[in-house]
């Protein structure tokens, strides 16, 4: 496919086709210490190693703390961040993940909100399994993940997922683009992103007046993905 797997070249692309949604809010970095609200520190340690990559994780993940807020005090948000986050669990990860930007957010917006119940609600062509591995033994913390072969199945279980939840004062969404019709997924098609959107909306509004934030995870297929988030945005907003 165009472009490599995870790169910069995905936040750029984006970027160019969100121009409605001008001026961006440049995140702030967050710290080592908001790392380790999720992460060991033998892992924070291994990334401390590589200081450009750190230096990126905690932008990211700053971003990520921000959508959190943002959301929390009523204002939708989208964190077009990277690298993802999904893959990362306490003490390990993979696929183009170091830390789970997801976790770290919810977390931090625990202790500063004083939230209790939060959905987290994975959209990516693959299973969020750190951010399930994360929040195992935690009974107030929600994550669903949907799986299917089909376009249709796949859209009728996201509905399902979504209808069933009683409970939330935060919709958190782990946004990844890869199951696309022409990415490593190859089910939806971009208008299936404003439904998503859509939804997902509707869900915040039933459960927890509107508050939500949604986390780019993946998403590799270049020449359509800036339109296929700006497709889900559109919904989402």
């Known amino acids: 496919m165009p472009g490599s797997l995870e790169g910069p070249e995905r936040v750029a692309t984006i970027r160019s086709s969100l121009q409605k949604y001008q001026p961006f809010i440049k995140p702030e970095p967050a710290s080592e ?11 924070v340690a291994r990334l401390r190693s590589r200081r450009l990559l750190l230096e990126t994780v905690l932008i990211a993940v700053g971003g990520a703390i921000q959508c959190a807020r943002a959301a929390v005090e009523g204002r939708p948000a989208f964190g077009l961040l990277r690298p993802p986050g999904h893959h990362a669990d306490q003490s ?5 993940c170091y830390v789970n930007n997801m976790a770290i957010a919810v977390r931090k917006l625990r202790q500063e909100a004083d939230l209790r119940w939060v959905v ?23 994550v669903r993940n949907v799986e299917a072969v089909e376009r249709e199945e796949y859209l ?37 992103y404003t439904l998503l959107g859509s939804w997902l909306r509707q869900a ?17 297929y270049l020449p359509d993905l800036g339109k296929n988030v700006l497709a889900f945005c559109e919904g989402f907003e």
């Open 33 to 43: 210490a908001e790392l380790n609200l999720v992460h060991e520190p033998t892992m």
């Open 92 to 96: 390990g990860s993979w696929g183009f």
């Open 120 to 142: 987290i609600v994975d959209l990516d062509h693959h299973v969020g399994d750190g951010t399930q591995r994360i929040f195992a033994s935690d009974s107030e913390i929600l």
């Open 156 to 192: 009728e279980k996201v509905q399902s997922v979504l209808q069933v939840i009683r409970k939330a004062e935060l919709l958190a969404v782990s946004m990844g683009f890869d199951t696309y019709e022409r990415d490593l997924g190859g089910l939806l098609k971009t208008e299936d």
């Open 204 to 220: 915040s509004e039933r459960l927890c007046e509107g508050r939500r934030f949604a986390l780019l995870e993946g998403g590799y």
